[in-house]
Nanobody
Framework: QVQLVESGGGLAQAGGSLRLSCAAS????????VAWFRQAPGKEREFVSV????????AYADSVKGQFTMSKDTAKQMVYLQMNNLKPEDTAVYYC?????????????????WGQGTRVTVSS
């Protein structure tokens, strides 16, 4: 089992920045990928970004490319999402997710483990 705990959400003004953190614990040596998803009110959960747990590869949704940066500190078992130039449409609950498998990494169904989410609200 893997446990994921997100933190760092809150209220930001448009154009501002927030840094989300995801602390992983448990059997993390089995992990292949860790991702961020988000779910805005009334919308489906959507992929934001993903990072290789044992490598350096990253991928982003087109909607956040150049705006968000995902990173990790494997020794600390931490994953981060630096969000810059925030927009009201970035308002959502952000979830950290992890999988031991590979596949279509943008699909939420691939991920075995999920955090409880952290809320981000961006005001205009």
């Amino acid at each position: 089992q893997v446990q994921l705990v997100e933190s760092g959400g809150g209220l930001a003004q448009a154009g501002g920045s927030l840094r989300l953190s995801c602390a992983a614990s448990g059997r993390t040596f089995n992990l292949g990928f860790v991702a961020w998803f988000r779910q805005a009110p009334g919308k489906e959960r959507e992929f934001v970004s993903v990072i290789e747990w044992r490598g350096t590869g990253t991928a982003y949704a087109d909607s956040v490319k150049g705006q968000f940066t995902m990173s990790k500190d494997t020794a600390k078992q931490m994953v981060y999402l630096q969000m810059n130039n925030l927009k009201p449409e970035d308002t959502a609950v952000y979830y950290c997710a992890a999988t031991t498998a590979g596949g279509t990494l943008r699909l939420a169904g691939l991920y075995d483990y999920w955090g409880q989410g952290t809320r981000v609200t961006v005001s205009s």
